[in-house]
């Protein structure tokens, strides 16, 4: 098992910045890919952001390519989302999530944290 814990939502302006952390538990961090996903409401949940198990491999969606940037830090047992040029309608439910396929679809991922809201105001 590993326990997902995800923190650094809140509100933030159109523009602005925030930056994700998940720290995991459990099962040994390396050993799995992670990935961001979010959820808005009346939407289904969107892949966002995912980073190969040594954190060599990033991709993205493209709604959200070359303003979010996802690391890992092993030795912290921690990924992070640094979210820059915010959007209304970035604005959703952030969730991560850590498995042994990863990549951009939900099935690739064996565990999911509780989320953290993000709403960017206009």
């Known amino acids: 098992q590993v326990q997902l814990v995800e923190s650094g939502g809140g509100l933030v302006q159109d523009g602005g910045s925030l930056k994700l952390s998940c720290a995991a538990s459990g099962r040994t961090f390396s050993n799995y890919a992670m990935g961001w996903f979010r959820q808005a409401p009346g939407k289904e949940r969107e892949f966002v952001a995912t980073t190969s198990w040594t954190g060599g491999s990033t991709y993205y969606a493209d709604s959200v390519k070359g303003r979010f940037t996802i690391s890992r830090d092993n030795a912290k047992n921690t990924v992070y989302l640094q979210m820059n040029s915010l959007k209304p309608e970035d604005t959703a439910v952030y969730y991560c999530?850590?498995?042994?396929?990863?990549?951009?679809?939900?099935?690739?991922?064996?565990?999911w944290g509780q989320g953290t809201q993000v709403t960017v105001s206009s």
């Open positions: 999530a850590a498995g042994p396929v990863g990549g951009g679809n939900w099935y690739g991922y064996d565990y």
